[in-house]
Nanobody, 126 residues
Framework: QVQLVESGGGLVQAGGSLRLSCAAS????????MGWFRQNPGKEREFAAA????????FYADSVKGRFTISRDNAKNTVYLQMNSLKAEDTAVYYC???????????????????WGQGTQVTVSS
């Protein structure tokens, strides 16, 4: 059974940093794109960042570009999200996701991802 377990969320002051991790188990995802999405209550889940199966391509939402960095370690079946210069508007539940199928993806959308974690809360105080 596939499991994605996020960690690293918490409370941080504006301008601070957090590093999220997502460890996958139950299947090897070295051939799959992976990503991070976020969601606030009453709002739709939105794309934050994604990375291709080999790390050669990365994608970012405009709202996080230049502040967040996504990376992966295929040997550990893990994807990371380094978040710097955090703002109050970054407050959300962050979800790790893995693409439904192996190989390349274009500009990522939720429809590309079929495996999801339970989410980790990130709260940025202003």
């Amino acid at each position: 059974q596939v499991q994605l377990v996020e960690s690293g969320g918490g409370l941080v002051q504006a301008g601070g940093s957090l590093r999220l991790s997502c460890a996958a188990s139950g299947r090897t995802f070295s051939s799959y794109a992976m990503g991070w999405f976020r969601q606030n209550p009453g709002k739709e889940r939105e794309f934050a960042a994604a990375i291709s199966w080999n790390g050669g391509s990365t994608f970012y939402a405009d709202s996080v570009k230049g502040r967040f960095t996504i990376s992966r370690d295929n040997a550990k079946n893990t994807v990371y999200l380094q978040m710097n210069s955090l703002k109050a508007e970054d407050t959300a539940v962050y979800y790790c996701a893995v693409a439904s199928y192996p190989g390349r993806i274009g500009i990522p959308t939720m429809a590309d991802f079929g495996f999801w974690g339970q989410g980790t809360q990130v709260t940025v105080s202003s």
